[in-house]
């Protein structure tokens, strides 16, 4: 079990429905970070909160992408009308301790 | 050109043998992340280089600033250790910038 807890850890949906993931920190931190995984491939950056506030956005991250962080604890991650190119691992990051970040196990998304 | 390459992509080896991933970057850096990801997604942090060598049990971490080269040794490589290893780089900005990782297999 990791400092961070993504849900679900798997979702399936059809091409055009919105999905939300949620990632909860178990400790508190002021930074937070998604980052999508596609098959074979680094992870990408996505966004990045400094407490509520949403830093910085990636150009992966369309208009019908948004995340939130409304407390400054949890966040969570919306897509909106669905594509199979939305199908990856979406993976929520927070700073550790000695050795950088602690990552959640992250949120699967096929898009069928 | 990605800005972190890593190679090999894909390593077999037998149970015992001294390992080497290797990554080189193309921009200036804050510092250098070693991170393993097994099957299933979990992505965990190994090290944070800026400078130098760090050691953890088996596992050792080299970077060199001036040639933007790191290395991520193992030793006495166990099937256990099979997973993929990936390098990333964070620059000015808060990001990381990850490489594609090397799929490491050790055989018993």
């Known amino acids: 079990d990791t400092g961070v807890s993504q849900d679900p850890r798997h979702k399936i949906t059809k091409r055009g429905q919105n999905v939300t993931f949620r990632c909860d920190p178990i400790s508190e931190h002021n930074r937070l970070y998604w980052y999508r995984q596609t098959l074979g491939q680094g992870p990408e950056f996505l966004t990045y909160f400094q407490n509520e506030a949403q830093l910085e956005k990636s150009r992966l991250l369309s208009d019908r992408f948004s995340a939130e962080r409304p407390k400054g604890s949890f966040s969570t991650l919306e897509i909106q009308r669905t594509e199979q190119g939305d199908s990856a691992m979406y993976l929520c990051?927070?700073?550790?301790?000695?050795?950088?970040?602690?990552f959640g196990s992250g949120t699967r998304l096929t898009v069928v | 050109k990605n800005e972190v390459e890593q190679s090999p992509q894909n390593l077999t080896a037998q149970e015992g043998e001294f390992i080497t991933i290797n990554c080189s970057y193309s921009v200036g850096i804050s510092a250098l992340h070693w991170l393993q990801q097994h099957p299933g997604g979990g992505i965990v942090s190994l090290f944070m280089?800026?400078?130098g060598k760090k050691k953890h049990g088996r596992l050792i971490a080299t970077i060199n600033i001036q040639e933007k080269h790191s290395s991520l040794h193992i030793t006495a490589s166990h099937p256990r250790d099979s997973a993929v290893y990936i390098c990333a780089v964070k620059s000015g900005n808060e990001k990381l910038t990850f490489g594609t990782g090397t799929r490491l297999t050790i055989i018993p």
């Open positions: 280089l800026s400078s």
């Open positions: 990051a927070t700073p550790g301790e000695d050795y950088g970040y602690t």
